[in-house]
Each structure stands twice: as structure tokens, then as C-alpha cells.
């Protein structure tokens, strides 16, 4: 078979895996650096993994990945800078001033972006911003910056690297919806003020058979404001035991995900949430839930995999 990079390069898109920096040897490595041309650390880049405590960090998993990527030619998605999870715990048990606070949020992105300028083809500059209702979750940035955070993080990051994508990135954001239309009037009014907003990100944690119909047109509506979208998190969960029929209709969903992107120039591609059901999140946070990769347990490519390359 053709790598789906290859095919993937072919179309000018992006297809991506999110990768542990620990498993990039043997069978793991091999499949994620043949098939993919595009990795984003899935947690190594957190606030939490790299500045464990203040003022000390620890690149080690980050830097690894990276070079990873260099050594492949492959792309590197940055993830992420703000979000309400996976962060150190001085900085969430600390109580802070919006002053205080404003100054380790910009050191913060400073240190981070600076340390991977140039290296990096975008960034998750702000994870998950928004309630399902469309209104903002109040978090440890929001409720103490207030929610111009959104545009003082971007703003900070565009001066740390200039040539790097920035990205607001979200779930439940795939179709036309309350939490998608915040995120459009977001960006709108982002663009309209100038501050500096590259691209959408549409994580995409989808439930088998349930593909939003209005998934091309939500991406079409990002396009025409102006900026890229990417589907950043790809994967499709199933109640275990997987059978036949769930990986059929999973392989069905992976294409009709990737074909909404293919139809449009400014969907830059697709990074699934790991490229194997051993390494996936999705067992441990919705229990009896899984098989929601292209690959199998023991690397073999399922239906969902034939899928994305017939796609491409
Ligand atoms: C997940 C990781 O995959 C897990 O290993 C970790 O325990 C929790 O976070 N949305 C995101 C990702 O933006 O960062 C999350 O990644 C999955 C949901």
C-alpha cells in the first residue's frame, strides 16, 4: 500500500498522528514516520509537562518528538499553550492577580514558542475556549484576564514566532452548531481587529455513525473568513466490543471526515488522536468505549485506515 503521506502530499494536505515521545522506536516509530507527515505531541507540549515546577522546565518528551519530526521530514502541530487541563500545579493552586497572571501567561508562551521558533508549523495557541452553549468556559484564564486572554495569547505568540500558524482549537465544533457559531463570531471579530488568528482547529472526537452532516459546510464557513482549518484531533469511538459491522461504519466516517476536508482548499488536513488503538485516550476517559484508530492494537490497519487513504 501507499504510505498516506505519500498520497496526502500528493493532494498538498496534511495527515497527522499524535505521538508519545517514549513509544517512537520499533513498530510505533516506523508506522509513525512512514505514514504520517505531520505530528503533534499528544501530551508532551502541555504547561504541565514542560514547566512542572515554576521557572524549571523539562523539553526532554517535547524535543524528542521534534526532532523526530526533522529527522522524517514530517510537519510538528505545537498543543497547546492555554487550556484549562494539564496544568502545573503551582499555577493552578496559586492565586493571582490579573497583572500577575497576565505576566506568567506571556512569560509562558514566550519561553514555549521561542524555544520551538521556526521549527513548528502551528500552534493550539488556545485549547478549548467555549461552553456547548456558545458561551465562554470560565477558567483559571478567563475568569481572571478576562476573555480578551484569547487575543493577548495569540498576540503574544504571533511576537514570539512570527512564522508559525495560530490556531483556536476546539471539540463539538465539527457542524453547525451554538458552540461552532461562537467560535465563528470569535474569529470574525478576531480578524476584524486585527489580531493575528491563522486557523481553526476541529479536534474531532466523533462517536461511530454519527458524523456531523454539516461537517463541509462548517469548514467552508472558517474558509471564507479568512482562515485555515485543520481537523486536529481525529478519532472515532465505538462501545466495546468492536465487530464487523462498527468497523464498517467507522471506516465510513474516517472517509467521509477526510473528503469534507479534501473539498476544501483551506482545510489544511488531518491529525488523527493516535494512529493506534494501544495508544488512545479513549478507553480511559469514556469507559467500555474504544477502537476509535486506523490502527489495531497490535498495528494492524483496520477498515478506518483503507478508508483514509481511499480519501486522499
Ligand atoms: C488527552 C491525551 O491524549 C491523554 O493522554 C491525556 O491523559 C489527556 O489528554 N482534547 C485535547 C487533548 O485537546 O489534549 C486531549 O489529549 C484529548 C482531548
Redesign the pocket.
Known sequence: DTPLRDLADAQGKVIGT?V?GSKLTGTYGEIAGREFNSLTP??AM?WGSVEPSRGSHDWAEADRIVDFAEAHGQQVRG??LL?H??NPGWLTNGSWTRDQLGAIVQDHIATEVGRYKGRLAAW?VV??PFNEDGTYRPTLFHDTLGQDYIAQALTWARAADPSTKLYI?D?NVEGVNAKSTALYNLVKSLKERGVPVDGVGL?A?LIVGQVPSTLQQNIQRFADLGVDVAI??LDIRMQLPATEAKLTQQAADYKAVMKACVAVTRCVGATV??FTDSD??IP??FPGQGAATPYDENYSPKPAYHAVAEAL
Do not use: L
Open positions: 499524535a508519545t499528544g501530551n502541555k498543543h497547546t487550556w487541563q494539564q493550539d485549547n478549548e482549537n471539540y479536534q472526537h486536529t484531533e488522536w493516535g488512545s485516550w480511559d476517559t
